[in-house]
């Protein structure tokens, strides 16, 4: 039982380039989110999926697109990246009660 | 507008004293808070949530406490050891339980227990 999975750990991307980010759990939860960590910011959100087939923006989405592949997967894509999107991206997961479990992360830097 | 504000961003301790880590909410509407953990380089674990039912949680060395008059919480780790030395995020949300449910973080308070 891994929990919340993320794929790569670390990324460096130029200016215009376009990444995805992959992220798997393997706890049958319903919901997940994405989120970036900058310094001095916290945890933003970025977008989430309340359930297979639905995902929603949340504080921070410009620049980002989402996929809820199925159930486990839901990855986060960056069409044309932009020096400030350089951060700490977290994967989450939730099941029904409200503790969201998140992945190890990924570190992006954007040139 | 910050919602959730965690005024101090770090603090200092030295081992197996109370360590008190301070959160203050603007919404209202929050009806769940958490606290989560982070060491450098891994992803936030949690640690210990209250309901706005109550007005105390604990669990171990690890005890929350509510003050909705106030909108104010509080995280008391007794007795402090080195490996709690991380950032804490106290984290809440509005109509828990809901298909939408999603948490507002505040930006994290510094721990450092000092052996």
């Known amino acids: 039982n891994a929990g919340v999975t993320q794929t790569p750990k670390f990324q460096v991307l130029k200016t215009g380039q376009s990444m995805t980010l992959q992220c798997a759990q393997d706890m049958n939860h319903n919901s997940m989110y994405w989120y970036r960590q900058d310094p001095g910011m916290g945890l933003r959100l970025i977008y989430y999926?309340?359930?297979?087939?639905?995902?929603d923006k949340g504080e921070v989405p410009n620049g980002y697109n989402v996929s809820r592949l199925n159930k486990r997967e839901f990855s986060l894509r960056l069409e044309s990246a932009a020096p400030s999107q350089t951060s700490v991206y977290f994967c989450a997961s939730r099941v029904a009660a409200d503790t969201q479990y998140f992945g190890p992360g990924t570190r992006l830097t954007v040139l | 507008d910050q919602q959730v504000k965690q005024n101090s961003p770090s603090l200092s301790v030295q081992e197996g004293r109370i360590s008190i880590l301070n959160c203050d909410y603007t919404n209202s509407m929050f009806d769940y808070f958490l606290w989560y953990k982070k060491y450098p380089a891994e992803g936030p674990t949690f640690l210990i949530s209250?309901?706005?039912?109550?007005d105390k949680n604990e669990d171990g060395r690890f005890t929350v406490f509510l003050n909705k008059s106030a909108k104010h919480l509080s995280l008391h780790i007794v007795p402090s050891q080195p490996g709690d030395s991380a950032v804490y995020f106290c984290?809440?949300?509005?109509?828990?339980?809901?298909?939408?449910?999603?948490?507002?973080f505040g930006k994290g308070t510094l721990l450092t227990v000092n052996p």
């Open positions: 984290a809440a949300s509005a109509g828990s339980g809901g298909s939408n449910y999603k948490l507002t």
């Open positions: 209250i309901s706005s039912i109550k």
């Open positions: 999926s309340a359930s297979e087939g639905t995902t």
